[in-house]
């Protein structure tokens, strides 16, 4: 895409054309995400799609403590190329099309063109508009998601969108229940009770790692009435059906439980945006973890004697998957000790 494309594509070809001409050398370091938000006034999420863009083209790369530096110089006539031609895209975050089913809910087509194209407002849909915005926030972070974000994409102007999605709310309800839709649970149900609730924690899991931003979107004291969403509660329910629980327990799990779940997911959103602002992963931060912090910690065993304790005994895998086997392993646990308790009753 020109100059005249999305405002990361705009960025992009500024910073490559730095590279070209060799104001950015190799091994310089270029501007981090949040210099980029402050000299291009962009959110954090369009700056992160910046630097993504120009790693995916082998001219940048990442340096652990120091950030994103320059990979190499490219031959002009490359680099004129690469600023004339649209970015490659991520096929491991690419949602597929999806097109309306009888009932309302959203299937997947094989993939092909990702925006309206050439029939412009006349093929203009709801789906279309949902499935948009879903590659958005999946590429770019929940913050880079806007009406007017997701009608340049489509080429529309954006009050079109209005006359098939009524506000960004309802734009994040259809995400959310599209989301939830693309995997749907296993049939028959299973027929013991904690298999059936580890099913749907499992598969509510998967889901939000497919798509780090819709965790943060959901809400357990206002909830969004997403029919697909409600499912969820709807199969751990009855998995629990005729195990002495009353109404409210039984409620009161399935909501628990998904809360758990939601709750850890979070994570998955804010520690991409952490990786792609610092250049370290998870792992790598922990191990520089600033020293006199460190030592500070532990210098006081009087105060910290669990800490102290911790620090010379194995390693511990502390890892969002390890704590959402843990988690859930022990909440399922407890709800066992209830139904013993009722049927002990």
């Known amino acids: 895409m020109t100059e005249s494309g999305s405002p990361s594509e705009r960025i992009a070809a500024e910073l490559r054309r730095r590279i070209v001409v060799g104001e950015l050398a190799p091994g310089a370091r270029l501007p981090s995400t949040r210099r980029i938000t402050r000299e291009w006034g962009v959110a954090m999420a369009t700056a992160t799609k910046v630097l993504n863009r120009l790693r995916e083209e082998g001219l940048v790369r990442a340096v652990p403590g120091v950030g994103t530096v320059v990979a190499g110089k490219p031959e002009p006539a490359v680099g004129r190329a690469r600023q004339s031609q649209p970015a490659p895209q991520r096929p491991s975050r690419e949602v597929p099309q999806q097109t309306a089913h009888g009932d309302g809910r959203l299937l997947a087509e094989p993939a092909g063109a990702r925006r309206v194209g050439a029939g412009g407002e006349r093929d203009l849909t709801r789906e279309r508009i949902v499935v948009t915005a879903v590659r958005v926030a999946d590429e770019e972070g929940l913050a880079a998601l806007s009406m007017r974000r997701v009608a340049t994409e489509l080429g529309v102007a954006t009050m079109s969108l209005y006359r098939h999605v009524p506000s960004k709310d309802e734009l994040l309800r259809f995400m959310m229940d599209m989301a939830f839709g693309e995997q749907p649970l296993p049939e028959p ?157």
């Open 189 to 345: 149900p299973a027929s013991d009770w904690r298999e059936g609730l580890e099913t749907v924690a499992r598969l509510q899991w998967r889901i939000y790692r497919r798509h780090p931003w819709l965790a943060s979107t959901m809400s357990f004291t206002r909830p969004v009435l997403a029919p697909d969403a409600a499912l969820h509660t709807e199969r751990s329910m009855a998995v629990l059906a005729e195990r002495g629980l009353s109404w409210e327990e039984m409620a009161q799990t399935a909501v628990a439980l998904a809360a758990f779940v939601c709750g850890l997911a979070v994570h998955f959103e804010r520690e991409a945006q952490a990786e792609q602002d610092s250049g370290l992963s998870a792992d790598e931060w922990m191990e520089r973890v600033d020293d006199e912090d460190h030592e500070r910690l532990m210098a006081n065993p009087e105060q910290f004697p669990m800490f102290d304790a911790l620090n010379r005994g194995p390693e511990i895998d502390m890892s969002l998957e390890a704590l959402f086997e843990f988690g859930m392993a022990r909440m399922l646990d407890g709800v066992g000790s209830v139904i013993e308790r009722r049927g002990d009753g």
